[in-house]
């Protein structure tokens, strides 16, 4: 584990430890999360982020309430930028929590403020392991790509 990584509680499923990964929609993303963990262990500065986008991130995600109540808070969440490019090839971008959402969730329970490190757009692609934009994946079922 990386420093500041909460340690497993054991008997929680959620902390089974080994090699960790973030999905997201619908499995067509896929980052590198241990990776990313490297990579903000250069001395940056978590951003506290702000308690709309918290609770958007938190409701898009399955939460586990016993895993919520013993993890610690005060540890950073790891956001990563995404784009995405439509048929017409509007490029969208965008930013998502990849690592967090049961701190993320306490901290709402809690009322206190969640800080995040972010990743720059270059981290963020060299950590994204899978998207259908890339070489060889199938493209979105609404015609589009992520890139």
């Given at each position: 584990?990386?420093?500041?990584?909460?340690?497993?509680?054991?008997?929680?499923?959620?902390?089974?430890?080994?090699?960790?990964?973030?999905?997201?929609?619908?499995?067509?993303?896929?980052?590198?999360?241990?990776?990313?963990?490297?990579?903000?262990?250069?001395?940056?500065?978590?951003?506290?982020?702000?308690?709309?986008?918290?609770?958007?991130?938190?409701?898009?995600?399955?939460?586990?309430?016993?895993?919520?109540?013993h993890v610690d808070p005060s540890?950073?969440?790891?956001?990563?930028?995404?784009?995405?490019?439509?048929?017409?090839?509007?490029?969208?971008?965008?930013?998502?929590?990849?690592?967090?959402?049961?701190?993320?969730?306490?901290?709402?329970?809690?009322?206190?403020?969640?800080?995040?490190?972010?990743?720059?757009?270059?981290?963020?692609?060299?950590i994204l392991l899978r998207s259908?934009?890339?070489?060889?994946?199938?493209?979105?079922?609404?015609?589009?790509?992520?890139?």
């Amino acid at each position: 584990m990386t420093e500041g990584t909460p340690h497993p509680t054991p008997g929680c499923r959620r902390c089974r430890g080994g090699k960790e990964f973030f999905r997201y929609w619908d499995n067509c993303y896929e980052f590198d999360v241990d990776r990313a963990r490297e990579l903000v262990q250069d001395g940056r500065d978590p951003v506290e982020v702000e308690e709309e986008s918290v609770q958007a991130s938190v409701d898009e995600c399955r939460i586990d309430e016993a895993h919520v109540s013993h993890v610690d808070p005060s540890f950073p969440g790891l956001i990563a930028h995404i784009r995405y490019q439509d048929a017409d090839g509007v490029v969208y971008k965008g930013h998502v929590l990849i690592d967090g959402h049961h701190r993320a969730a306490r901290c709402l329970r809690e009322r206190r403020p969640f800080a995040a490190y972010l990743l720059t757009e270059e981290e963020s692609l060299a950590i994204l392991l899978r998207s259908p934009g890339a070489p060889g994946l199938v493209p979105s079922a609404t015609g589009g790509s992520l890139v």
